[in-house]
């Protein structure tokens, strides 16, 4: 099975940077996906790690380290609109591509 | 063009009766999945298919079926509908293993 833990909620400020935490216990490890969720509406994919180390995609980053079982999720320059649930998702060995989600990190962006 | 399309998008219905999701994907996409989202927002896989092929099952009540007419569909079947059974239901297709999945908007399940 798969344990993945996330913070539930977090503040923080417009302009500034936050990082959201992620960790796993897995029987299997086949990749780590970072997607957004905003309020209604479905998640949609921001960043993947497979390899030990950073990812960069504009505002976004994501780092992983597979050993310590561990991902972060940085967004710099906050905007409001970021304000949403951050979900961390790890992919199983045999699992048929699917993907096993913490419960997501709700991020508020405050002015 | 939308990628991965789900219908309806609101289900308002009693407990006991049986009810259909429908959802498509012209992604080309050769696997498809449907979650679960409970009233907590968390997330949960319920079937993948590959190729018309189940995946994976977990460990969902029988009276919830899929149903695949092609590799560009994936359908919901769910029988006797119970209170539980009230949450968003998404639709989501992928290719490859290191490929991100695509969602749909979502069902919304309402049982009375």
């Known amino acids: 099975g798969q344990n993945i833990d996330q913070p539930t909620e977090m503040t923080a400020t417009e302009g500034a940077i936050v990082q959201i935490n992620c960790t796993y216990q897995?029987?299997?490890?086949?990749?780590l996906f970072w997607y957004q969720q905003h309020a209604g509406e479905a998640p949609t994919f921001l960043s993947y790690n497979v390899l030990d180390g950073l990812e960069e995609k504009g505002r976004f980053s994501s780092f992983l380290s597979r050993s310590k079982g561990y991902s972060y999720l940085l967004l710099k320059e906050l905007q409001m609109k970021d304000s949403a649930s951050y979900l961390c998702?790890?992919?199983?060995?045999?699992?048929?591509?699917?993907?096993?989600f913490g419960k997501g990190t709700s991020l508020l962006v405050t002015p | 063009d939308t990628a991965v399309s789900q219908t309806p998008k609101y289900l308002v219905t009693q407990m006991g009766n049986d009810k259909s999701i429908k959802c498509e994907q012209n992604?080309?996409?050769?696997?498809m999945y449907w979650y679960k989202q409970d009233s907590k927002k968390f997330l949960k896989i319920m079937f993948s298919?590959?190729?018309?092929?189940?995946?994976i099952n977990e460990t969902v009540p029988n009276r919830f079926s899929p149903k695949s007419p092609d590799k560009a569909h994936l359908n919901l079947h769910i029988n006797s509908l119970e209170l539980g059974d009230s949450a968003v239901y998404f639709c989501?297709?992928?290719?490859?293993?290191?490929?991100?999945?695509?969602f749909g908007d979502g069902t919304r399940l309402s049982i009375l």
């Open positions: 897995t029987s299997g490890f086949n990749g």
């Open positions: 298919y590959n190729n018309k092929e189940l995946i």
């Open positions: 998702a790890v992919r199983g060995v045999g699992s048929g591509y699917a993907l096993n």
């Open positions: 992604l080309g996409h050769d696997t």
């Open positions: 989501a297709s992928s290719t490859g293993s290191n490929q991100p999945q695509h």
